[in-house]
Each structure stands twice: as C-alpha cells, then as structure tokens.
C-alpha cells in the first residue's frame, strides 16, 4: 500500500508539472469546499486541521482518519443566501482490520437548482420577449461535486499521517462542465494533551479542464451580440493548513482549545493577514462537553477588511449531543461581522458509528 501511495503521489506531481505549463491561476477556485464538513467544526471557527479524530477528518486533516476505531457514517445538509444555495456532505470511513489504518470515502455537492434559461424567450427580430414566453423558459441547475478516497495510518502513537484523493467535477446546466483532480496530505502529532495538525490541500495543485458545449447556446451570439465563451484551462494553488489543539479536564468537563491558520498564495487581500500575495486565515475555537454526552462551542473566523481597513471577525456558535452511537451537532455562524449581511448560516450533522 505505501509503494502504491508513493507512485500516486510521484504520478500525480509529473502531470502537474506538465499540464501547469498551459493553465491559468483559478483564484477561489475551490473554494465551494470551503463550507466544510460536520456542525462540530462551524461551532468551534473551523478550527479542526488538529483536533479532527472522526470521519470528517478527510476534509479538514486527513491523518485525523487514523483514530477511526469503528465504521463511522456522516452526513450535513445546509443552506445559505436564503435557501438559495443548497449544501451536502457524506462520508463513510471503515478502518480495516489487524491494522492502524483507515480508508474513508466522502462526497460533497453545492448546487442552485431552477435556475430559468430565457436563451430562447427573445425574439431577435422582434427585440422583445416572444410571445407565451413562458412557454420558451427551462430551468437548469449549476452544481460543485467533491469525490474524495482517503488512507490513513498511525506511524507511532503519537505521528499519523493520512492522503487525499480528490476529483471535483462542476457542471454549469446543459452549457459547460469541468473536471479536475488533486491530492492532498496531512499529518498530526500528539504531545500529551496537546496535538498540532498539518495539512496541505491540494498539494499537487488541482488541475481543472474546461468543456463548452456551444450547441446549447443556440442563437446566443447574434441575439445578444456577445461571443460564447471558449473555456480555460485552470489550477488551484495549494492550501496549507497549520493547527494546535489543547484538551484539559476539570472535573466531569472536558474542555478543548483550537487554533488553526490557512495559508493561501492566491493574493486574497481582503484577509486581514497578508504578505503579498500570501494570505494568512485565522480559526479559533473553544469546546466544553460534559461527561461525553453535551457539548457547547464557541469560536471566530474570516477576519477581513474592507478597503476603509475596517476589521470584520465573524464569530460562531455551536451544541453537540452524544447518544450511544449517535452524534447530533449543530453550528450557527453568519451572524456577525461583514459576512452577516449575506443571512445566518444553520447547520446540522449526524454522524453514526457501528
């Protein structure tokens, strides 16, 4: 398994190379994944690169995959923007017998849905709507899709590690599609009560290939005297992920402390931490849970500006509940700072372990 990984990865870095000579930069081109996985980690500020011990480990630090000790099954509905913008994830990890390793599968999907095509509802001689135009309107839908297979192991007691596979496919209607690939990797390591996490998304860089179907345009161009666009070839830079943990008792408490930083090189400016083209995102979160069985979260995340210098920090809340097998969680962010004038977010996961 790990000469087969090694290929993967050394596969994986030659196309890249080859295939960067021909793309553009995609700035927050993957940036639909930014959602997340699981209510636990909204409530904490997204905190999670370190802390991460269950199936939601493949999004946020795949070495998290390694403390699976059962079948563990998850999935998260959320909306945002009003209803606008329906997101889901689920995932499945199976740790596989006689061994300290762990494989996962996980699938995520952002889409809006009944989005009306008025491509055919104008008459072009006419320069007005055609009549019955409703007649002429169809409805498409735009979709993200994530597919990712994960392997994790334990190196020692105290080092995991953990790969990504991931192919994202985005699909805009009848009009265009593109597909693209990348790994990623993590690690974490214990010290004690504490634990620090690393991971890199997209360690490869994603490579993302373009297709337009110009056939579903129709008379787009000489309707609206613009041209159909061509289609480019894009890259998503990596995204490194930096996080520490701390857990300390206090009677039947369990308190836990996170902080993670991500580390982009796609010039996002608005973060309130940047060097050049280098953007620094702080997460904070905070964890209380009595006797295994209710947990409260707190946390902070998107620290931005606006072009006056003003700092935004968008706070977020969150509550977890422990049943047997069963977990419930759920986070509320958006409610604060420059995001909460897009409406509050809501999110609710369950997670099962058998």
Known sequence: MKSFLILLIAAFFCISDVAAQSFTNAKYGGDFMSVGAGAR???MGSAHAAISNDVTSAYWNPAGLAHVERIDIAYMHSERFAGIVSYDYGAIAYPLRDSDATIALSFFRQGVDNIANTLNAWDRERNLPRENV????????????????????????????????????????????????????????????TV????????????????INRSEFGDFEETFGDEIPTGQNERVLPTVKLGAGHSREFGDFLVTAAADVDVRFENRRAYFINLGRVSFEPHLG????????????????????????????????GAGLHLRAIFV????????????????THRISLRVTI
């Not at 169809?138 to 994960?150: K, N, R």
């Not at 620090?196 to 297709?211: A, I, N, R």
């Not at 969680?329 to 509050?344: E, P, Q």
């Open 329 to 344: 969680d759920y986070g509320f962010a958006n409610f604060g700072g420059a995001s909460s004038v897009l409406g509050v």
């Open 134 to 193: 409703q007649d002429y309107i169809e409805e498409f839908s735009v979709a993200d899709m994530a597919f990712i297979l994960s392997y994790a192991t334990k190196a020692s007691d105290r080092l995991s590690w953990g790969v990504n596979a991931k192919v994202i496919n985005h699909r805009l209607g009848p009009f265009a599609d593109a597909w693209g690939y990348s790994l990623d990797a993590g690690t974490q390591m214990r010290f004690g009560n």
């Open 196 to 211: 620090v996490g690393l991971h890199v998304m997209d360690l490869t860089t994603m490579m993302k290939f373009w297709s």
């Open 286 to 317: 905070v964890e209380s849970t009595y006797k295994n069985r209710l947990s409260l979260r707190a946390g902070l995340t998107d620290v931005t500006t606006d072009p006056d210098r003003s700092v935004y920090i968008s706070p977020t809340l």
């Open 41 to 43: 980690a909204l409530g």
